[in-house]
């Protein structure tokens, strides 16, 4: 098993005899499709569609018992998934249940805020940086498009997409499905046990999201949905004390990870499961 996050988590589960899958999407490791960075939003959400419907086919694992955990973009994919195909309960953590605009907002704020940046000069690139989303996301251009339309967004344009194809990684197109998307409706439709979870020490998602989830849930279906905040616990399962200690040691070694959020993970599941 890896040492990374995701493979300690899997290791949790593996040793109390549950039975784990781990979906690498399109073009990444192993899998077929791709390249990664050229893969829409809708074929990236069906890698994980069809992993959960052939795991249900194997015969060692009980199809109504299957739970998913969902982290990061995985907890955006994860009710759309759920709302689709029968599952026991989903778990996500740092992830995100508003519109993406509203996400990428606040977290371009909060993380200017913890870097250093005074107020005041985030209140204007704050500006700059709306103007920019609306562009790119509502009216559809794409960076070089947009940059000739609107040139005075130049600077904040470059700021999401430097090289005017990609943005964190992944291709526009892969970003304009995700920022399309309305995630409260699924979390309305789907009808399972719930856990929505958020490391207190999390920089890249927002706490406001995570009670948001269990929220939404609970008032479709009451009684389904628990929000827990794990203390000491960043994005990425690292154990710091802060969220600007995590930013700061971010892609860094010396920091453990913490194994509380494979506490709390088995302990659920063994509850929604019995």
């Known amino acids: 098993t890896a040492p990374g996050g ?17 979906v690498e999407k399109p073009g990444l490791g192993d899998s077929d499709g791709g390249p990664a960075d050229k893969v829409d939003f809708e074929g990236d959400l069906d890698s994980f569609r069809q992993a959960l419907l052939k795991t249900k086919t194997y015969d060692f694992v009980d199809p109504d018992k299957v739970v998913v955990f969902g982290h990061s973009m995985g907890g955006c994919e994860g009710p759309i998934v759920a709302s689709e195909i029968p599952v026991k309960g989903l778990a996500v953590y740092g992830t995100v249940v508003r519109t993406w605009q509203e996400y990428t907002f606040d977290m371009y704020r909060n993380q200017s805020m913890l870097s250093g940046t005074k107020a005041s000069e985030v209140d204007g690139q704050a500006r700059d940086a709306v103007a920019a989303l609306h562009l790119l996301f509502n009216e559809g251009l794409s960076p070089k498009e947009a940059k000739e339309k609107h040139p005075k967004f130049a600077r904040a344009i470059d700021g999401f997409s430097p090289d ?21 409706s699924y979390w309305e439709k789907l009808d399972t046990n719930v856990l929505s979870i958020y490391g207190a020490s999390d920089f890249v998602a927002e706490r406001v999201d ?8 609970n008032g479709v279906r009451p009684g389904k949905a628990r929000f827990v905040e794990l203390p000491n616990s960043d994005h990425g399962f690292k154990n710091v004390a802060s969220r600007k200690e995590s930013q700061e040691f971010w892609g860094k070694p010396g920091k453990e990870f913490n194994p509380a959020i494979c506490d709390l993970l088995t302990s659920w599941a063994d509850e929604v499961t019995k």
């Open 210 to 217: 995570h009670p948001m989830i269990a929220e939404i849930v």
């Open 6 to 22: 995701y493979g300690r988590i899997c290791k949790a589960f593996n040793d109390k005899g549950y039975v784990t899958v781990r």
């Open 164 to 184: 005017g194809e990609h943005m964190s990684g992944m291709g526009m197109a892969f970003w304009q499905g995700c920022y399309a998307q309305n995630y409260a």
